[in-house]
C-alpha cells in the first residue's frame, strides 16, 4: 500500500469488565477485541467475517469509539481518534458513520423516517429549513425509498426499506468511512441483493471506505476485495479474497469455506465441520485461540503452548497459524 | 401515521376508556364551575330547622345536619379531591421521572446509592406515615397535602423510568445518534423522553384515582384538608351518625368518589392499552 490508509487500527484492545456474583464483588473480564490491526484505504472495502460473539462488532463500534478501548490506537486520516476531545470527536463523528444489523432497533419508532435522516444535518447544522428538507428528500431518493418517505414512520416500511433510511441516515453527514455491520443479515435474500448493490453504487458515487462486517461468506466476496477473518478477537487471516477464497490458510477459514453453500448439486466437497462452540471470551484458551476446535492432522504441543502471530505467507496473504506452511 | 396519533386512535375506538375521559372532563369542568352553579357550601341557613333535609327543590340533593346544601358541598369536594389527585399525580410522576432518569443514565455508584433509598422508601407505610404527619400538622393546607402525597409517591414511578432509560440506552438508535454526534442532552430528549412518557404517562393515570381514595381516606379521619373546607372525606364523616335516618348526606360524597375513581382508572387502563407498544399498529 503507497499511500496512508484512511482508517489505521494498530494492536486494538477491547475489554468488558462486569460484575458478577451476589453482590457483584467479583469482576469478570470478556476480551472481546484482543489486540486487532488493520487498514482501510481511501474508497476501499475491507471485509471482516467470523462467527457471531467474535468481536466483529465490538471492533466497529471501538473504531468509531462509540465503545471505550482498552489498549492500542485508531487513526482516522492521521489523527488519533481515542485523543479528540469531545468537540473535535464530534466534528470527526462527520466523517465516519455505522450501519447497523437489525434496521428494526436502529430507527426510533417515535421519529418519522424524515425526522431521523435530519438528525445529522441538525447536529452539524449543515442546513436548515427547507434547504434541510430538500437534502433529506434527496437523500431517500438517492437510497431509493418512495417520495413522501419522509413524513411515514419506520413501522409503515419493510425491512430492505428501512434498511435504506438508515443509510440515507449515515449519508446525511457526507461521511467518507461506514462501518457495515452485518448490514443486509436480517433481510431477506432478495432484498439483500439490492442492499448490497446499492451499497456499491453509493460506494462508487460517493468515493466511500467501508469496513464491511458479516458472517456471511458469500455475501463478503460479492463486496470486498480484501478480507479478514476474525477469531475470539483476533485477527487470524487476512488477505486478498480471492487469495483467501481460492487458497484458504487458516485451519478455521477452511471450515468457514467448506459451509458455504455450492448453487450446484453435482459439487461433492470434504466439508469440515467444526465440533462445539467457540470458547468463552472470558476464558480464551492458551496457545492459538483456535486449537481446541482445530482438525489440522498436524497440529501439535506449540499449538497449545505457543500463541502465533500474522505471518506473510503470500503477498499481502497473512495468516496466523504454525501450521499453515506445512 | 405517528405513534401518537396511532394511539389516539386506539383509545378513541375503546369504549370504556373515552366513557371515563368523557366523565373526567365533565367533573373537572363541574369543579370549575362549582361556585358560579351552587351557593355557598358553607352557608347554614337554618341549622336547627333544615338539618338533614331529604332531596327538594330548594336543595337538590338535600342537607347535611348542618343544614348546608350536599349538591354544593359535593362539587366544591370535587375541586379538593381533583386538584390533590391530579396536582399529587403530577408532581409524583415528575418527581419519579426525574430519579428515573438520573439513575439510569448517571454511574453505577449514584444509581445505586438513588436505587437502594427507593428500596428503603419502599419499605414505609406510607398510610401510617401521612396519618402521623397529618395528625400533628394540623393547620396544613391544601398544596401540603399535595406535596406530602406526592413526595411518598414517586418510588414506583422511577424503578420504571430507570428500567426503560436502561434499556434505551443499549438500543442501535441511540448508538446510531451518538456516532452521529448527537450530545447527550440531545439524545434525552429526541430518543429516551419520548419512550418514557407512554409508561409514565399511564402510570401517573392510573394513579390519580387511589390518590383521590387516600386524600378521603384521610379526610374522613379529620386529617389533611379540614372540616368546614368540604371534602368527600369529611362529608362522609358527616353523614355517618345519620347513615340510616337520612342517607343521602353520605350517599352523595360516597357515589361522587366511587364515579371519579372508577372514571380515572377506565380513562388509564384505556391510555395503558393505546400506548402499549405491544398491541400492533
Known amino acids: 500500500m503507497t499511500a496512508t490508509p484512511l482508517v489505521e487500527v494498530r494492536d486494538l484492545v477491547t475489554h468488558f469488565t462486569h460484575r458478577v456474583g451476589l453482590f457483584g464483588t467479583r469482576r469478570e473480564v470478556v476480551q472481546a477485541v484482543n489486540g486487532v490491526s488493520l487498514d482501510v484505504a481511501a474508497r476501499e472495502t475491507l471485509g471482516l467475517v467470523g462467527e457471531s460473539g467474535c468481536g466483529k462488532t465490538t471492533l466497529g463500534r471501538t473504531i468509531l469509539r462509540l465503545v471505550a478501548r482498552t489498549s492500542g490506537e485508531v487513526r482516522f486520516d492521521g489523527q488519533d481518534v481515542f485523543a479528540l476531545d469531545l468537540a473535535a470527536l464530534r466534528r470527526m463523528r462527520r466523517r465516519m458513520q455505522i450501519i447497523f444489523q437489525d434496521p428494526d432497533g436502529s430507527l426510533n419508532p417515535r421519529l418519522s423516517i424524515g425526522r431521523a435522516v435530519r438528525e445529522g444535518i441538525e447536529v452539524h447544522r449543515l442546513a436548515r429549513g427547507a434547504e434541510a428538507d430538500g437534502r433529506v428528500e434527496a437523500l431517500l431518493a438517492e437510497v431509493g425509498l418512495p417520495a413522501g418517505s419522509a413524513a411515514r414512520y419506520p413501522h409503515e416500511f419493510s425491512g430492505g426499506q428501512r434498511q435504506r433510511a438508515c443509510i440515507a441516515r449515515a449519508l446525511a453527514v457526507e461521511p467518507e468511512f461506514i462501518v457495515c455491520d452485518e448490514p443486509v443479515s436480517a433481510l431477506d435474500v432478495s432484498v439483500q441483493a439490492q442492499v448490497l448493490n446499492l451499497l456499491l453504487d453509493l460506494q462508487a458515487r460517493r468515493g466511500l471506505s467501508y469496513l464491511f462486517i458479516s458472517h456471511d461468506l ?109 | 401515521m405517528s405513534p401518537w396519533r396511532l394511539a389516539a386512535r386506539r383509545f378513541a375506538r375503546n369504549r370504556p376508556a373515552l366513557t371515563g375521559a368523557v366523565l373526567v372532563a365533565a367533573l373537572v369542568l363541574a369543579a370549575l364551575l362549582a361556585p358560579l352553579l351552587t351557593a355557598d357550601p ?25 343544614s348546608r346544601d350536599i349538591l354544593s358541598r359535593t362539587l366544591h369536594g370535587a375541586r379538593v379531591s381533583l386538584v390533590v389527585g391530579i396536582g399529587a399525580a403530577l408532581l409524583a410522576v415528575t418527581l419519579g421521572a426525574g430519579v428515573g432518569l438520573t439513575a439510569g443514565l448517571a454511574g453505577r455508584r449514584t444509581d445505586q446509592l438513588l436505587m437502594r433509598g427507593v428500596d428503603v422508601a419502599l419499605s414505609l407505610p406510607r398510610i401510617v406515615l401521612l396519618l402521623a404527619v397529618f395528625a400533628v400538622w394540623e393547620e396544613a393546607p391544601a398544596a401540603a397535602v399535595v406535596l406530602l402525597i406526592a413526595v411518598t409517591g414517586w418510588f414506583q414511578t422511577s424503578r420504571i423510568v430507570r428500567a426503560s432509560v436502561l434499556s434505551l440506552r443499549e438500543a442501535d438508535f441511540v448508538a446510531a445518534a451518538r456516532a452521529l454526534g448527537t450530545t447527550g442532552a440531545g439524545i434525552v430528549r429526541r430518543h429516551l ?31 389533611g384538608v379540614r ?12 353523614g355517618k351518625d345519620v347513615l340510616f335516618s337520612a342517607p343521602w348526606v353520605a350517599l352523595a360524597p360516597g357515589l361522587a368518589l366511587v364515579l371519579t375513581v372508577v372514571a380515572f382508572n377506565l380513562a388509564g387502563d384505556g391510555l395503558r392499552d393505546a400506548l402499549d407498544p405491544r398491541a400492533a399498529a
Open chain 2, 42 to 66: 358553607l352557608a347554614q341557613p337554618d341549622p336547627v330547622r333544615l338539618q338533614n333535609q331529604p332531596p327538594s327543590a330548594a336543595h337538590l340533593l338535600g342537607t347535611d345536619p348542618y
Open chain 2, 193 to 223: 423522553l419520548p419512550h418514557i412518557a407512554a409508561p409514565v404517562i399511564v402510570s401517573a393515570s392510573l394513579d390519580v384515582g387511589n390518590i383521590i381514595l387516600l386524600e378521603a381516606g384521610l379526610s374522613y379521619l379529620g386529617l
Open chain 1, 218 to 326: 458469500a455475501v463478503v466476496r460479492h463486496v470486498a476485495p480484501r478480507v479478514a477473518v476474525m477469531y475470539l478477537g483476533r485477527i487470524v487471516e487476512h488477505g486478498p479474497s480471492d487469495g483467501i477464497y481460492q487458497r484458504p490458510l487458516h485451519p478455521y477459514t477452511q471450515a468457514l469455506l467448506t459451509a458455504v453453500p455450492v448453487p450446484d448439486p453435482k459439487t461433492k466437497r470434504a466439508r469440515v465441520v467444526l465440533a462445539g462452540d467457540p470458547p468463552s471470551p472470558v476464558n480464551p484458551p492458551g496457545g492459538c485461540p483456535f486449537h481446541p476446535r482445530c482438525q489440522h492432522p498436524g497440529k501439535n504441543e506449540s499449538c497449545r503452548t505457543v500463541r502465533p502471530e500474522l505471518r506473510e505467507l503470500a503477498p499481502g496473504h497473512q495468516v496466523a497459524c504454525h501450521l499453515a506452511d506445512r
Open chain 2, 227 to 238: 372540616p368546614p373546607t368540604p371534602t368527600w372525606g369529611n362529608m362522609i364523616m358527616d
